[in-house]
């Protein structure tokens, strides 16, 4: 059974900081893409920062470049995302994705999500 689970998130006041974990089980954790997306109201899913299997390669959404990394342990089958100088604009809930492409086929993971809120 495939599982992604986030934690990590809660309140933190502007200019704070906080790591989000997301343990995967389920399936060969090493072989997959990993990436953190985050939804806040109103608004569409969108790809905060992603990293390649062996965690030779990430990117970064423009508003996340400079205060946040992704790193992995494939390890302990983790991904993290260290996010730094929180703005109030950071609020969301943050899901982790797993994703790996095999031929036309693509499998394509989603976590539950952890709430981040930056607020005073």
């Not at 992604?4 to 906080?18: A, F, I, K, R, T």
């Not at 062996?54 to 260290?82: C, E, H, P, W």
């Amino acid at each position: 059974q495939v599982q992604l689970v986030e934690s990590g998130g809660g309140l933190v006041q502007p200019g704070g900081s906080l790591r989000l974990s997301c343990a995967a089980s389920g399936f060969t954790f090493s072989r997959y893409a990993m990436s953190w997306y985050r939804q806040s109201p109103g608004k569409e899913r969108e790809l905060v920062a992603a990293i390649t299997t062996a965690g030779g390669s990430t990117n970064y959404a423009d508003s996340m470049k400079g205060r946040s990394t992704i790193f992995r342990d494939n390890a302990k089958n983790t991904v993290y995302l260290q996010m730094n100088s929180l703005k109030p604009e950071d609020t969301a809930v943050y899901y982790c994705n797993a994703r790996r492409w095999s031929g036309l086929y693509t499998y394509n993971y989603w976590g539950q999500g952890t709430q981040v809120t930056v607020s005073s």
